[in-house]
C-alpha cells in the first residue's frame, strides 16, 4: 500500500504542496472550506481553529491556528492571544474526553527551519498526546486506508467532545463546532 504520509513536522504542507487547489497558505484556506470533516477542522472559535493533524505523532495530534496569517507571535493582539489559548485549553478537555492520554506535549515552532516546523509563517500550537510507553504511531501504521480511518475515528471522538462543552454549536453536517466564549 502506498506511503502517502509523513513524519509529524512534515505537518500538511508536503502533501498539499502536490494540490493545485491550495497556491497559497494551507493554514489560511483549510478553515475556508465547506466540508471541515473532510479537511479535518474540528472546532472554530472567533479568532482561531483547531486541526487534526493529517500526518499525526500520535492519535489525537491536534494543531490549534490562529485565522490571522502571520509568524510573528508578538503580532498576535490581545483577542486572538486570549482566544488562541482559550482554544487550547478546550483541546486539551477535548482530548481527555475523545482519546484520554497520559500526558501532553504542546508548543509552537517558532523561527523557521531551525524549529523543526515546516509552516514557518503561520503560527500554530502543536498538541501532542502522549502515552505512557508510546512512540510514533506513523511507521507502525504505514498503510494509507488504516491512517484515514483512523484519523476518520478519531475526528469524530473528537467532535463529540468539543459539541459537549459549554458555549458550543453545530451549525451543519460536516461542519466544525462553534465554540463561543464568555
Ligand atoms: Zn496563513
Same mark, same amino acid.
Given at each position: 500500500?502506498?506511503?502517502? !504520509?509523513?513524519?509529524?513536522?512534515?505537518?500538511?504542507?508536503? #502533501?498539499?504542496?502536490?494540490?493545485?487547489?491550495?497556491?497559497?497558505?494551507?493554514?489560511?484556506?483549510?478553515?475556508?472550506?465547506?466540508?471541515?470533516?473532510?479537511?479535518?477542522?474540528?472546532? #472554530?472559535?472567533?479568532?482561531?481553529?483547531?486541526?487534526?493533524?493529517? *500526518?499525526?505523532?500520535?492519535?489525537?495530534?491536534?494543531?490549534?491556528?490562529?485565522?490571522? =496569517?502571520?509568524?510573528?507571535?508578538?503580532?498576535?493582539?490581545?483577542?486572538?492571544?486570549? &482566544?488562541?489559548? #482559550?482554544? %487550547?485549553?478546550? $483541546? !486539551?478537555?477535548?482530548?481527555?474526553?475523545?482519546?484520554?492520554? &497520559?500526558?501532553?506535549?504542546?508548543?509552537?515552532?517558532?523561527?523557521?527551519?531551525?524549529?523543526?516546523?515546516?509552516? &514557518?509563517?503561520?503560527? =500554530?500550537?502543536?498538541?501532542?498526546?502522549? !502515552?505512557?510507553? &508510546?512512540?510514533?504511531?506513523?511507521?507502525?501504521?504505514?498503510?494509507? %486506508?488504516?491512517?484515514?480511518? $483512523?484519523?476518520?475515528?478519531?475526528?469524530?471522538?473528537?467532535?463529540?467532545?468539543?459539541?459537549?462543552?459549554?458555549?458550543?454549536?453545530?451549525?451543519?453536517?460536516? *461542519?466544525?463546532?462553534?465554540?463561543?466564549?464568555?
Amino acid at each position: 500500500m502506498e506511503q502517502v !504520509f509523513a513524519p509529524w513536522r512534515i505537518e500538511w504542507v508536503r #502533501r498539499e504542496e502536490k494540490n493545485p487547489d491550495i497556491d497559497e497558505c494551507v493554514l489560511c484556506e483549510l478553515p475556508e472550506r465547506a466540508d471541515a470533516r473532510e479537511n479535518l477542522v474540528v472546532a #472554530r472559535s472567533e479568532h482561531a481553529y483547531v486541526l487534526l493533524n493529517n *500526518a499525526p505523532y500520535n492519535p489525537g495530534h491536534l494543531m490549534v491556528v490562529p485565522f490571522a =496569517h502571520g509568524g510573528e507571535y508578538a503580532a498576535l493582539d490581545d483577542d486572538a492571544l486570549l &482566544d488562541h489559548a #482559550r482554544l %487550547k485549553q478546550r $483541546a !486539551f478537555d477535548a482530548l481527555d474526553e475523545a482519546v484520554g492520554p &497520559d500526558a501532553y506535549n504542546a508548543g509552537l515552532n517558532l523561527g523557521g527551519g531551525a524549529a523543526g516546523g515546516s509552516i &514557518d509563517d503561520h503560527l =500554530h500550537t502543536h498538541v501532542v498526546p502522549r !502515552f505512557d510507553g &508510546d512512540t510514533n504511531f506513523m511507521p507502525v501504521i504505514s498503510d494509507t %486506508k488504516v491512517v484515514v480511518e $483512523a484519523l476518520e475515528e478519531t475526528y469524530d471522538r473528537l467532535h463529540d467532545a468539543f459539541a459537549d462543552q459549554s458555549g458550543a454549536t453545530v451549525p451543519g453536517e460536516d *461542519a466544525a463546532v462553534e465554540l463561543a466564549f464568555d
